[in-house]
């Protein structure tokens, strides 16, 4: 597995326990620890997106670069560049 492949991997895996510690909190709303867990797996995607779209490109139009551009169909598009 390259690396491009690893990080978009660990990326998933930190959202999903985000929605799943969402859906917790939804019904625990006061759970101290469900929360400081919350946030580490939030912190933690932001970091490894960030790693991601410094390497790869925008994941996401949530993430774009160029605030003062639109980059989104820049040749290659994001699913197209090579690793």
Same mark, same amino acid.
């Given at each position: ?10 990326? =998933? !895996?930190?959202?999903?326990? =985000? ?9 625990? /709303?006061?759970?101290?620890? !469900? ?31 160029? /605030? ?7 040749? /290659?598009? /994001?699913?197209?560049?090579? !690793?």
């Amino acid at each position: 597995m390259d690396e491009r492949q690893k990080l978009l991997e660990q990326i =998933m !895996a930190y959202d999903f326990c =985000m929605i799943d510690l969402g859906l917790f909190l939804d019904t625990h /709303p006061s759970d101290t620890n !469900a929360l400081k867990d919350y946030r580490m797996c939030y912190e933690e995607s932001e970091k490894l997106r960030k790693v991601y779209e410094e390497k790869y490109g925008p994941l996401s139009l949530r993430h774009m670069p160029n /605030p003062n551009c639109w980059q989104w169909i820049d040749s /290659p598009w /994001p699913w197209e560049r090579e !690793a």
